[in-house]
């Protein structure tokens, strides 16, 4: 009888053992694998246009993104202490690819709007810019606001605040839409439109290289629609948010942002 006790008393220790192993182990699981969920990514990938020049564009020598923003989140990056992977994305694809989560981070010649942050968020600002007017190169006039366009045919490229700006103002004989700032200008200097509205820095920038024949910036236009551009990440991606702004911070302190937009001469 003694013998059969000291069996069943042996077995319940044997099980009491197995248990606390199992529950140990699904202890450390569960904690490893929180850790690994927690864990800050070591690089991210980035949204850039081919088309902003000098804030992105392709470079067709090394067949890479570059540019203002390009080299703002690769500094980011370095002093946040990730790295950053440049991915050509269509700008009106950008947000999409964002909630997508194809990318992680929009770097771009992206303002900040009240629309745009319903859907995404945005860090601390960059840089900071307003619309520019193009008409075709012998216009003489000196128009000062969209007013003076009144009944005529205008243009934007699509998904920017530009074409929303030209559609909600509701006195022009039509708003047309194009995929890019070339093609715009392209119809411009044909006259099929009469003006077009495009990021004041870009198309500077553009037009001092000579990309754009046949057009040109209106001087004396103000403009209305001054914004920020910032980097962008998706709703409630808090993390991500404070690891940009610290290392945005860290740019502007010493120095580095500044230089890369003297680099860019914008």
């Not at 870009?202 to 001092?208: G, K, V």
């Not at 914004?227 to 302190?253: F, H, P, Q, S």
């Amino acid at each position: 009888m003694n013998s059969i006790v000291h069996r069943i008393v042996h077995r319940l220790r044997q099980l009491h053992q197995l248990r606390q192993l199992a529950l140990g182990l699904c202890v450390a699981g569960a904690a490893s694998l929180a850790g690994a969920q927690g864990a800050a990514p070591a690089a991210y990938n980035v949204g850039a246009t081919a088309t902003g020049v000098p804030f992105t564009f392709l470079d067709v020598k090394t067949n890479t993104i570059q540019g203002m923003m390009v080299d703002t989140v690769t500094a980011v990056g370095k002093a946040g202490g990730f790295g950053v992977n440049v991915q050509q994305t269509v700008f009106s694809a950008l947000i999409p690819s964002l909630t997508a989560r194809k990318i992680d981070i929009v770097s771009a010649a992206m303002l900040k709007t009240a629309a745009r942050q319903e859907v995404v968020d945005f860090s601390d600002p960059v840089y900071s810019y307003g619309e520019g007017l193009i008409v075709k190169a012998d216009d003489a006039r000196a128009y000062v606001s969209l007013d003076e366009l009144k009944g005529e045919v205008v243009g934007a490229q699509v998904g920017t605040v530009f074409l929303d700006m030209l559609t909600k103002k509701g006195i022009f004989k039509e708003v047309r839409s194009y995929d890019s700032v070339a093609d715009m200008t392209r119809d411009l200097s044909l006259g099929r439109i009469k003006a077009g509205l495009g990021d004041q820095p870009i198309i500077a920038y553009q037009l001092r290289q000579n990309t754009f024949p046949g057009v040109k910036l209106v001087e004396s236009y103000k403009p209305v629609n001054v914004g920020d551009v910032c980097l962008v990440v998706r709703k409630g991606d808090t993390e991500t948010m404070a690891r940009l702004n610290k290392a945005i911070a860290a740019i502007k302190a010493d120095g580095t942002l500044a230089k890369i937009v003297q680099k860019w001469g914008i």
